[in-house]
């Protein structure tokens, strides 16, 4: 007999565990099916463990397109695009320039914040409950600046978000090494700060799977291993999928299945212009050290941050297009490292990075830097998807947003920028 359920969330990180238990908690049936053997083994796995709605801007600021050019001869670009992954990125890639401008650019801010502040609130509310669970650290996120160019584009940013409802505050260098002194010995010519008071930070492979638990106490059954091989489609509906092994029904199929959204949309026949931008980590181990880190540093020339998760430094940034391709590239890894230097170099003498844990990811990044969440022009099929560097930060929001939809409810911001159909 075939299973049936309310709702199928297809993809167990961020994205379809916070979906799976904000629509078992409104009452939905719900079955969650993940192709690996574990929850959040993709982007949400070693990523930079931040909430940070005081970052919306996507990455396709005015000019992108001269750095993307620049970054092909240059290993240490933040953004970095490899000539093998050109020929699959020409569709995606035009939308992805043509949504630069500055017009359209701000207007993603805009929506993301909207979004990305909305999320924030939800998951500090609930990291009260799951404290012990998975700790997550409300002392802010400090930006860092060797470029006036650069922190006035910042601060512009922070001021239109400001009458928002952005906390930020401007720090002079000596305010930067009060809110954090061991970056009192940083090898950079600092000269500018902006504390953003009300960001989070925690470790998100934590914070997923301690949901996933939560999820299964309100009755949602997670399935590993559960590839998702085809959808059942009855009179131009989607009403169930196809797994190796099961078949099963549901009245809401949802994709949130990150970067492999978009294959997985070609099978119900959909296109989204959502492609993999590849991520890189070093975790460090803390033990032993006479000082530590407090406070998330995000160091603005490199795109980069350092977020201390309790025992362990987690350096985090680039975004590399080069396809599905797993291969760590020890380049990035060792920018990266140098970035670790040059904040924290009375620190490095402490650190044993022969041993540090390094990772690489694909961010979903949608071609307009907005996620997309909603019903889908396929009928019984919805997307949670695209939400590229701020996977974290806009995961509780978006489930909120979907559910309101599936369930038919008004939702608590305006869903219009979110539109799949846009």
């Known amino acids: 007999m075939t299973a049936r359920y309310d709702t199928i969330i297809i993809g167990g990180g961020l994205a379809g565990v916070t979906s799976a238990y904000t629509l078992a908690k409104a009452g939905q049936s719900v079955l969650l099916l993940e192709a690996k053997d574990g929850l959040a083994q993709g982007a949400s796995y070693a990523n930079g463990g931040m909430v940070t709605p005081s970052m919306p801007d996507p990455w396709n600021g005015p000019g992108v397109g001269k750095h993307l050019f620049q970054s092909l001869f240059d290993p240490t670009s933040p953004m970095k695009l490899r000539p093998k992954a050109i020929p699959g990125l020409t569709r995606w890639g035009l939308a992805f320039l043509r949504n630069s401008v500055p017009a359209r650019h701000r207007h993603a801010i805009e929506a993301n914040y909207a979004l ?28 860092v600046f060797e470029d006036e160019v650069s922190f006035q584009s910042q601060l512009a940013n922070a001021k239109l978000l400001g009458s928002r409802g952005l906390k930020y505050h401007v720090l002079s260098p000596q305010e930067v090494i009060e809110r954090e002194p061991v970056l009192g010995g940083a090898q950079t010519n600092l000269r500018h700060g902006i504390y953003y008071s009300s960001d989070l930070s925690g470790d998100a492979h934590l914070f997923t799977n301690a949901l996933g638990q939560r999820a299964t106490d309100l009755s949602v059954e997670i399935c590993r291993q559960s590839p998702v091989m085809s959808f059942v489609i009855q009179h131009g509906r989607v009403v169930g999928v196809k ?47 006479n000082q530590r880190p407090t406070i998330p540093i995000v160091d603005d020339a490199m795109h980069a941050a350092v977020t201390p998760l309790g ?11 080069t396809g599905f ?5 020890q380049d990035r890894i060792d920018n990266l490292l140098a970035l670790f230097k040059r904040l924290y170099p009375d620190l490095e003498r402490s650190a044993d990075t022969t041993s540090a844990s390094s990772w690489a990811g694909f961010r979903p990044m949608s071609a307009d830097g907005i996620p997309f969440i909603g019903r889908t022009k396929r009928s019984g099929l919805w997307v949670n998807a695209g939400h590229g560097h701020l996977g974290w930060t806009m ?26 159909v846009r």
Not at 316 to 321: K, L, P, Q
Request: aromatic share 8%.
């Open 116 to 143: 990305a502040d909305y999320s924030a609130q939800l998951t500090h509310t609930l990291a009260q409950e799951m404290l012990s669970d998975a700790p997550i650290y409300d002392s802010g996120v400090l930006k």
């Open 243 to 289: 797994t190796a092994h099961q078949q099963y029904l549901a009245d809401h199929i949802v994709l949130a299945a990150g970067a492999h959204t978009p294959a997985l949309a070609r099978k119900a026949g959909l296109y989204f212009p959502i492609k993999p931008a590849k991520g890189y980590s070093v975790t460090l181990a803390m033990h032993g050290w």
């Open 311 to 321: 025992d362990y430094l987690r350096v985090v940034g680039t975004a590399e297009f």
């Open 325 to 329: 391709d797993p291969k760590i590239s």
């Open 395 to 420: 995961a509780m929001g978006s489930a909120a947003l979907l559910t309101d939809a599936v369930l038919g409810k008004t939702p608590a911001i305006d869903m219009a920028p979110y539109a799949p």
